[in-house]
């Protein structure tokens, strides 16, 4: 369905058509509110070909620079560790007054990376779309991955307010709620509700696949629904989350060894028999999930 209104850019060039890219350009076709023409940028043919296949840019290539200089936007959705390298090849291309922008999952490294490339013509907003999937690639977008999830947008000292309200825009046309906050809070905040989870994911699963092998195939064999969240959630991509990890590693850190004392605490309680404190921790547990449903986020 094609919206009356003008679409918010003339061209917008998604880089990265995995599973934030293409979502980002399923949704810009079904609405046609994002842009007259979407352009995917991937480095992979395997992945460029699929995209074509499911008819979802209008230009599919691998000539980063040759699609920045026709956009009026470009979104970077490559791994936080080749936020850099890619940026370093698209801004030197871009149209003055065009926006860069990015969907990193750590902001205050991506920033740093990004930073020694950016031009004065040329404004720059970070931003982290707080939605997903264990799926990666093209196959694994939609167009609806977005609505009612938040998307936190990092500006910039010196960027032009007008650049920041245009990627609200394009994000709230995505279906997302929006919050401005600092980088540096971004990350503390995503440490504990996204990347420790993730850890504490692969980790489990980890010491499942250490068990001797008689336990380890009843493990498999008779997993419950909590350890089978946990498999999800570990299953997500290797290569992002190893550099989401390595990107905010003090803030992980952080959160991880808040986490551990907290772990020994409840040690503790089921070893003396403390039923108060176990039965707090549950009751605290209970109502941060109900506060999710309440705020349309589980």
């Known amino acids: ?77 490559v791994p936080v560790g080749a936020m850099g390298e890619v940026a370093g090849t698209a801004i030197p291309a871009m149209k003055p007054g065009a926006i860069l922008t990015d969907t990193g999952s750590t902001k205050v490294s991506v920033i740093d990376a990004i930073r020694p490339s950016l031009r004065p013509d040329v404004p720059y907003v970070p931003a982290h779309p707080m939605a997903g999937t264990e799926y990666s690639g093209p196959d694994a977008g939609f167009a609806t991955l977005f609505d009612n999830r938040w998307c936190l947008l990092t500006p910039l000292d010196g960027m032009p307010d007008t650049a920041t309200t245009t990627i609200t825009t394009l994000w709230e046309l995505c279906g997302a709620r929006t919050r401005i906050m600092t980088p540096e809070h971004h990350d ?35 997993a419950a629904s909590g350890f089978r969240d946990f498999t999800r959630i570990a299953s997500s991509d290797p290569i992002m989350w190893r550099d989401i990890f390595l990107s905010n590693r003090e803030a992980v850190l952080e959160m991880l060894s808040r986490f551990l004392e907290d772990a020994q605490a409840m040690a503790r309680a089921i070893r003396w028999g403390d039923s108060d404190y176990i039965v707090d921790r549950i009751e605290r547990g209970r109502a941060i999930r109900r506060s999710l449903i309440e705020n349309r986020q589980a």
């Open 1 to 77: 369905m094609t919206s009356a209104a003008a679409p918010l850019f003339e061209t917008l060039t998604v880089v990265g058509p995995g599973l934030i890219g293409a979502s980002v350009l399923h949704r810009g076709r079904r609405d046609g509110t994002l842009a007259k023409k979407l352009i995917a940028v991937d480095i992979n043919p395997a992945f460029r070909e699929r995209v074509r296949q499911l008819g979802i840019a209008d230009e599919v290539t691998d000539d980063l620079a040759g699609a920045a200089a026709q956009s009026d936007c470009v979104m970077l959705c």
């Open 188 to 222: 503390r905040v995503c440490a504990i509700v996204s990347h420790l989870p993730h850890l504490l994911a692969f980790t489990i699963c980890g010491t499942a696949d250490d068990l001797a092998d008689e336990t380890r195939s009843e493990v498999l064999e008779f």
